[in-house]
């Protein structure tokens, strides 16, 4: 079930029976559905202020004739957290790096990088990058920030870049 749905939105109407239909069709999917979500591999020293970079990049089919330049710009931005990171040493900047499409109801958003520390992380390759499927832009929003919510603490600060090219939105 997407994120409109839980909602309680949806472009199938209102109906209880048009709801009901959509539980049936939810249920054989719930089981084979894994986990989505982010983790605090680090321990957290006292009063520890993190910066949360969350990268939402769209990996739908459209996206495939500006593969490079959402490559690039994607990469663009790691080394920009990167510098800022060297720039100002006291900070710990953290990468959540997410891409979305439709490629299977199992895995429409996937984790790329996992909240990981700047400094560890190299950039992203054509490899772990490639365009296909439809645009969930919404749920991989939802779910990107629903999960990276879970970490956050009062004093730190998120931020969200998302890279898409604005089809099938």
Not at 138 to 146: E, N, P, W
């Amino acid at each position: 079930m997407n994120l409109l749905n839980k909602l309680g939105f949806s472009r199938w109407g209102s109906s209880d029976a048009t709801k009901d239909n959509m539980k049936e069709m939810d249920k054989g999917k719930k089981s084979a559905k894994k986990e989505f979500g982010f983790t605090d591999k680090y321990g957290r020293k006292e009063n520890e202020k993190r910066i949360f970079n969350l990268i939402i990049l769209d990996e739908s089919g459209s996206m495939g004739s500006i593969r490079n330049e959402a490559l690039n710009g994607a990469n663009l931005t790691i080394n920009a957290i990167k510098k800022a990171q060297e720039e100002n040493s006291e900070d710990n900047q953290m990468l959540c790096f997410v891409t979305f499409d439709t490629r299977t109801d199992n895995d429409s958003v996937r984790v790329i990088i996992d909240c990981e520390k700047i400094q560890d992380v190299k950039e992203i390759t054509s490899s772990q990058y490639k365009p296909y499927g439809m645009t969930p832009l919404l749920d991989a929003i939802g779910m990107s920030v629903t999960s990276l919510q879970k970490l956050v603490k009062e004093c730190d600060n998120v931020l969200v870049t998302v890279i898409t090219d604005g089809l099938e939105n």
